[in-house]
């Protein structure tokens, strides 16, 4: 106490003596205020105050910063509307660049889009968008899976590359038609030829994985074909799309000659001594933990010396971002690394300035007149031809059904994202001219937005892929990978004797759409390990399914109704219908387990549905729901069935059909003596004397010591789950709850 008055003496005093020599050097220094400009004396203070206010307003960071908050306010707003419709999130943040730009801020609120986005200020927006596209191009080089293309590479390289020469071909005929009237007057035919095939061509890899995810499809034959073929596609389309820049700015193909042959010896100098190089490295941090700062500011250079080779020699930096991508080392846990420390930052700040920044330049007002809708209907119809015809008649020709073949047709008609880079680069370069540039920004929406409800109307055609089983069918919901084992164990006891007809379907969700969606499969086998292991033990097939979602408890029930599940069996925390963790407790444990719970940063656990997560699966699914609270790290042996009077009498025959392994005997029990009505012992003793080795009538619940046991499982329905929840005292001694909705 006397240190920290001592402590407070010393700051008094030195604040006393330093502020006033302070003001005796300012009053000093009076004697220059001659010098002082005379306006700054006339405005007074307020006035000075105001000037600078104004002046920080006008400043280029201030203007820029207020761009970045008004974009990224209105990317979350309509990526979340997209989402919602059931259209991919990134279409909401295209139409949101739109949205912000001449066509709709613009016309409407001009003065509003000039003083946001005065001219002068877009070339520090163009920048900063193009860094955004360096960094998203590196993390789609990372993306591509050479595995995958290796594993079908006779099928994905007839479709992928239908997918490019079919469209591109029909582009370039269809540049007869527009280039006189639209752009003979601001670029040869040439260049412009090729830029509008290499348009129609291309197909946006991230979208396709995302609505692939977003539709289960990514563990079937048809979702892995179309992921493929569509990483095929993206490779082969931006080493045509170097090749058309080259053509583009040097003019004819024998002047591009240089450049492309410089880009080969780029290429093969990244491959045969930059990626062994890297691989090597990477076979050193293999793991996230030793992966420190020196080394990532390595791999960095490494990007940004790709990038500015590839800027300088002629073909964009975007290409050389994407081959630094595609030559980092192949080490998944190192790629998770790097591409976790990029990823978010590109996709969630960068991305929405280049959408912001092409929709500034997206003037759909430029379609003015009947000729330019007609000549946006053709290269539409076009783009849909050329894509999704021709992937959906070389799906056809390699063996895969009319259903297939038209699904992936579909999934590569997805232009997106990818368009967006490509028609950047074309208006950039002064090849695509300002109406042609806003019609094919139309036909990138038009075919990407028109991929999930052609996807469903295939589905309603030709009928779902998964035929309904006459077979008992149990759906698996988990988060966290050790909850697949228990789910899985607890399902194989429950079912007993059904267990080996039965057909097992396990689906594990990480909450958050910033997942990479190509490494789905990835981070799907180290999610089912555990699963697998009880799986082996058990010797039971499982349909394993992994999906990213914003919207669990959404999915959750769309996916049970959609593989009409008998039963969703669903893990929660331990503390489910916990509501009060003191007061009525009697303090000492309910206070101790949530210290417990503070301290690892687990009051919501990713994958533990709480009761208001769980209530809206609950009523909104047909089929029946049971939810295994799991309170003990111990396999349970012993099984309780809780009855809460008469209510539960229809609990109790649906139960009848569960647990029929020969090891397995159920004891019946009450909350209380009173509780048992004659109907519901009448009910229970019938059940005993007709299978007294399954069932035993046991003592009530509150007296009933063996049923505290670490393993020990309680099996009540949901009614009567929350019946007991309103005696917390009670609640929280029980052991396991396996909580039961028929």
């Given at each position: ?737 396996l909580v039961v909705r028929q």
């Open positions: 106490m006397k240190r920290n008055k001592k402590n407070y003496g010393i700051y008094v005093l030195m604040l006393l003596v330093f502020g006033g020599l302070i003001y005796v050097a300012l009053q000093t220094g009076e004697r220059f205020s001659a010098h002082a400009v005379a306006g700054q004396l006339r405005e007074g203070a307020f006035g000075m105050f105001k000037s600078v206010i104004l002046n920080n307003l006008r400043g280029s960071l201030t203007v820029l910063l207020f761009q970045i908050i008004v974009i990224l306010l209105t990317v979350r707003l309509f990526s979340g509307v997209f989402r919602f419709i059931g259209q991919p999130g990134v279409i909401g943040e295209i139409v949101a660049g739109i949205v912000l730009g001449p066509s709709v801020l613009g016309l409407f609120f001009p003065d509003l889009f000039r003083g946001l986005f005065p001219e002068d200020s877009l070339m520090n927006l163009e920048l900063l968008s193009q860094i955004g596209l360096v960094l998203f191009m590196f993390v789609i080089g990372m993306d591509v899976d050479f595995s995958m293309l290796r594993n079908k590479m006779n099928e994905t390289l007839v479709i992928s590359h239908a997918g490019i020469i079919v469209p591109f071909f029909l582009g370039i005929v269809a540049s007869f038609w527009v280039y006189e009237e639209y752009a003979a007057g601001s670029t040869a035919f040439l260049p412009f030829a090729l830029f509008i095939g290499i348009s129609m061509s291309i197909t946006a890899f991230p979208v396709l994985a995302r609505i692939i995810q977003e539709r289960n499809m990514t563990r079937t034959p048809t979702g892995v074909l179309a992921i493929a073929s569509a990483a095929n596609d993206d490779v082969t389309a931006w080493c045509l799309l170097a090749v058309v820049i080259a053509v583009a700015k040097a003019g004819t193909f024998l002047s591009a000659l240089y450049t492309v042959g410089l880009t080969v010896v780029f290429i093969l100098v990244m491959f045969v001594f930059v990626r062994p190089f890297l691989a090597k490295i990477g076979r050193t941090y293999a793991h996230a933990e030793v992966i420190n700062k020196s080394f990532v500011g390595f791999i960095f250079l490494v990007l940004i010396v790709s990038a500015v080779t590839t800027e300088i020699i002629g073909i964009h930096a975007l290409f050389g971002a994407f081959m630094a991508g595609v030559i980092m080392p192949a080490n998944s846990g190192f790629r998770r690394v790097m591409m976790e420390k990029v990823e978010d930052v590109a996709l969630v700040f960068f991305l929405p300035l280049f959408f912001a920044f092409t929709g500034l330049r997206t003037e759909i007002g430029l379609i003015n007149t009947p000729q330019l809708w007609g000549v946006c209907v053709l290269l539409i119809f076009v783009a849909i031809l050329g894509k999704l015809g021709g992937c959906t008649l070389a799906a056809r020709l390699v063996g895969e059904s009319w259903k297939d073949s038209f699904m992936v047709g579909t999934l590569m008609n997805t232009r997106g994202l990818m368009e967006l880079v490509a028609l950047n680069i074309g208006y950039e370069m002064g090849v695509l001219p300002p109406e042609v540039f806003v019609i094919l920004i139309l036909m990138a929406l038009t075919t990407t937005f028109m991929t999930t409800p052609l996807l469903k109307l295939f589905e309603r055609i030709f009928g779902k892929s998964g035929v309904a089983s006459a077979r008992l069918k149990v759906l698996l919901s988990f988060g966290r990978p050790e909850s697949g084992q228990n789910l899985l164990a607890l399902a194989a006891r429950l079912l007993g004797k059904r267990v080996a007809d039965a057909a097992i379907v396990a689906v594990h969700y990480t909450v958050g759409t910033d997942l990479n969606p190509v490494k789905a499969g990835q981070y799907a086998r180290n999610s089912f390990k555990p699963l697998n292991r009880e799986a082996r033990r058990l010797n039971l097939q499982v349909d394993k399914r992994y999906q990213v979602t914003d919207r669990l408890v959404h999915d959750i029930g769309k996916l049970a109704k959609s593989e009409r599940a008998d039963l969703l069996l669903l893990g929660a925390g331990p503390q489910f219908m916990q509501e009060h963790f003191s007061g009525w407790c009697g303090g000492k444990i309910p206070v101790r387990r949530l210290l417990q719970k503070l301290q690892r940063h687990s009051l919501r656990l990713p994958g533990e549905l709480f009761r208001d997560k769980l209530q809206p699966v609950i009523e909104n699914t047909e089929s029946s729901v049971a939810i295994f609270v799991n309170r003990s790290r111990v396999a349970a042996k012993q099984f309780f069935l809780f009855l809460d009077g008469e209510a539960d009498l229809d609990f109790l025959s649906y139960m009848r059909g569960y647990f029929t392994g020969e090891a397995v005997r159920i004891r019946i029990c009450f909350l209380a003596g009173e509780s048992a009505t004659p109907l519901v012992r009448q009910k229970v003793e019938e059940l005993v004397a007709a299978e007294p080795c399954r069932f035993l009538a046991d003592v009530p619940l509150k007296d009933n010591l063996m049923l505290y046991q670490p393993d020990s499982l309680l099996v009540l329905s949901y009614g009567s789950c929350l019946t007991l929840s309103h005696n917390p005292l009670l609640f929280s001694r029980l052991p396991s709850l």
